[in-house]
């Protein structure tokens, strides 16, 4: 449930849930080996499942954290730094408080879909802003199922979803739109349902694209509840504590 964005030619972790505790450190590092704690405590609350990335506003490039929960406490609150550091309430959000939504950087927007609410309301609808502060509903009800802990990324110009956790079942299919209000589904899925994984898209540099759905999450039979995932042990010296994941944690954004 922690962040973890690409940003200023540094990684930065940001705030989490370590499996007794919900977090608001941020953690930044050049290498992805070596950490360095930036605070110890952030001006945003504690808190897990807050959408985090890198975004120019128009005025300058900026860390957004935005929603998150701890415990029954969910919120829309957007925040901003220029470096990890020093945080500002920019405002809340006109949609709804919730955890685990993909954000996504795509055509000079921010854009934001699904998630978990307060009182267990699975989303599908689909947000964009030019500024991270000023939100537009681009549809209440995308053609994807109402879903949380999925994942997304940006791929031949086009955004996608997949996988993720309806509250029911975890998921494997995905979907790609260029415009969030149209998404059209990917035939045949051949990965096994999961949640809280990530999903990149990728060039080499002969302009040829893959695009991959990383196991770094739950993968579980449809009904078989949920479980926690906590990994520290990856990179000699890394010194963030282990926290849970949850989908969109690839640092691609």
């Not at 540094?10 to 050049?30: C, E, H, M, P, T």
């Not at 975004?55 to 935005?66: A, C």
């Not at 879909?113 to 309301?121: I, K, R, S």
């Amino acid at each position: 449930g922690h962040g973890l964005v690409s940003y200023s030619s540094q990684l930065f972790l940001i705030a989490g849930y370590n499996g007794s505790k919900y977090l608001n450190d941020v953690w930044r590092s050049g290498n992805g080996a070596t950490w360095t704690q930036a605070t110890a405590e952030a001006g945003f609350s504690k808190r897990y499942g807050a959408a985090c990335a890198a975004f120019d506003d128009g005025l300058s490039q900026k860390l957004w954290l935005i929603g998150g929960v701890a415990g029954a406490s969910y919120n829309n609150e957007i925040w901003n730094s220029s470096d990890g550091a020093a945080w500002t309430l920019a405002g809340h959000a006109a949609f709804s408080s919730r955890e685990a939504a993909v954000i996504l950087k795509y055509k000079s927007k921010l854009w934001i879909m699904g998630g978990l609410a307060a009182g267990g309301g699975y989303r599908n609808d689909v947000w964009s802003s030019a500024d991270g502060i000023t939100w537009t509903q681009v549809t209440a009800e995308a053609s994807f199922s109402p879903r949380y802990r999925h994942a997304g990324t940006v791929f031949h110009n086009q955004m996608w979803i997949t996988g993720g956790y309806d509250g029911a079942n975890t998921l494997n299919d995905a979907w790609s739109s260029t415009d969030g209000i149209n998404w059209t589904k990917a035939a045949g899925a051949m990965f096994s349902t999961r949640e809280g994984h990530c999903a990149q898209g990728a060039w080499n540099a002969k302009g040829l694209g893959a695009l991959t759905w990383g196991d770094c999450g739950l993968s579980l039979p449809k009904g078989a509840g949920s479980c926690k995932h906590q990994e520290n042990r990856k990179g000699k010296g890394i010194q963030p504590s282990g926290r849970e994941n949850q989908g969109n944690d690839c640092g691609g954004v």
